[in-house]
């Protein structure tokens, strides 16, 4: 297998994990000093592995599409196309139950099998007409305008997203 085929397989890996809620393939995955660069926020490992845990549980049903995949080298892109059912509140918008659709493109640099750093853009205005335009502009707004910080996602232990889960289909 060749570098190019084991970059590319990781970094679909790291979508497809994230897919298929198996965080423990994610982690061995992601390099210790892994960093995530994207739409104005910026996390290390463990905060980024608590926000992907954190959007599984708002958006229920997530199917990712890879319509186009790019090798170069050390740095794989990956344009995507993922959807889900809203059904629990995320960064300030409450679920609303409908089907979402969420545009992307991803640029993530590998070494050793294992991904370093990830960029990302999504396309925020599309997602923001499907789960509420007015809960995110205030949200994006009183974050802005008052300089607040949202807390660090938290990475959770496969106990607790069971519960979180169990808890989140009792609704």
Known sequence: MTNLTQNKEA??????????????KLDKLLD???????????FNKNEYMGFMQDMTLAF??????????????DQ??????????????FMGAPANKK??????????????????????????????????????????IFVGLFKVKQKPAVRKSAEEMKKLKAKANKK
């Open 60 to 73: 229920t049903n997530l199917k990712m599409e890879f319509t186009h995949v790019l090798v170069d080298d």
């Open 76 to 89: 794989v892109t990956i344009k995507f196309i993922s959807r889900a059912v809203n059904t629990g509140s």
């Open 99 to 140: 089907n979402i659709e969420v545009q992307g493109i991803n640029i993530r640099k590998i070494k050793d099998g294992k991904v370093m750093q990830e960029w990302q853009t999504t396309d925020l205005l599309g997602v923001m007409r499907q789960i509420g335009f007015g809960a995110l502009l205030g949200y994006a």
């Open 11 to 24: 970094a679909l890996g790291v979508s497809t994990a994230i897919q298929n809620g198996e965080w423990d």
């Open 32 to 42: 210790e000093n892994f960093t995530y660069t994207g739409d104005g926020l910026h």
